[in-house]
């Protein structure tokens, strides 16, 4: 491709990296397996389907497994529940320590004072993109965690 080109040693090393990057979009780590203590577990993000016009995102990804000691991938079939934000689903908004923003209630009741601000998934993903708030792989992590917590149960089901 750059057979033109005298490619300095450091810029070489730049190309050797993007040329054997991972062909996934993220690989983020679960917790250990119920069932499967002996490894490490995690998610693989293969693709991402957005559709903004209908305010609707789609991750496909599978669960991996890596044996503790040696680092090999195991070849079990673990499930993989539909992950969707749809136009409907909300987030809590937060702020730069990533917690939760709460405001005070305009009529407080029984002894609650404030609650948490909820804003659109979706626009909310691209607000945090758009304007830097959040590097593309810490946006999975956040959601992904949200994601495991709902569906613990059926992500540590044994195929």
């Known amino acids: 491709m750059n057979k033109q080109l005298?490619?300095?040693t450091q810029v070489q090393v730049l190309i050797n990296d993007i040329e054997n990057v991972e062909l996934n979009l993220a690989?983020?780590?679960?917790s250990e397996h119920p069932k499967l203590p002996q490894f490490n577990r995690s998610i693989r993000v293969l693709d991402i389907d957005a559709k903004s016009k209908?305010?609707?995102?789609?991750?496909?990804?599978e669960q991996v497994l890596k044996d503790?000691?040696?680092?090999?991938?195991?070849?079990?079939?673990?499930?993989?529940?539909?992950w969707v934000v749809?136009?409907?689903?909300?987030?809590?908004?937060?702020?730069?320590n990533n917690n939760p923003v709460e405001q005070p209630l305009a009529e407080p009741k029984d002894e609650m004072f404030v609650d948490k601000v909820k804003v659109p998934s979706y626009q909310y993903m691209l607000w945090l993109?758009?304007?830097?708030?959040?590097?593309?792989?810490?946006?999975?992590?956040?959601?992904?965690?949200?994601f495991v917590k709902t569906h613990k149960e059926?992500?540590?089901k044994l195929s």
Not at 27 to 30: I, K, S
Not at 129 to 146: I, W
């Open 154 to 156: 059926e992500l540590d």
């Open 6 to 8: 005298n490619i300095s």
């Open 54 to 61: 209908q305010q609707f995102i789609s991750f496909s990804y």
């Open 68 to 82: 503790k000691e040696t680092g090999a991938e195991i070849n079990i079939s673990l499930p993989a529940p539909e």
């Open 27 to 30: 690989e983020l780590p679960l």
């Open 129 to 146: 993109l758009k304007n830097s708030k959040v590097g593309f792989t810490e946006l999975l992590a956040s959601y992904l965690d949200e």
């Open 86 to 96: 749809y136009k409907d689903t909300w987030s809590y908004l937060r702020d730069h």
